[in-house]
């Protein structure tokens, strides 16, 4: 099953060139056992960036993550990852 992707993540990510960093916050699917998609998904990462910067919140079932474009695109397209949100909004924007 495909994640759904905020709007604001996707034209981050299509803005963004392989390597530049892009911050995302990905929701886990319930149905999972969410420590192991996360651990999984965070092995990935740190393989891909050695400089990914990842902080797993179980409590809510969410990983966050500050990547290279190409370590959140490679993310958010496994199946253990429901939702995928931006976690920096475009400068000078406030909500």
Excluded: C, T, W
């Amino acid at each position: 099953m495909k994640a759904d992707i905020d709007p604001a993540l996707a034209r981050q990510l299509d803005a963004a060139h392989a390597h530049d960093l892009v911050e995302a916050v990905l929701l886990l699917r319930q149905d999972d056992p969410q420590s192991e998609a996360a651990a999984s998904l965070m092995r990935q990462a740190s393989d891909e960036d050695a400089n990914a910067e990842l902080n797993y919140l179980p409590r809510i079932g969410a990983l966050v993550v500050r990547a290279q474009s190409q370590v959140i695109r490679m993310l958010i397209s496994q199946p253990g990852v429901e939702l995928a949100s931006a976690n920096q909004r475009a400068e000078g924007l406030y909500l």
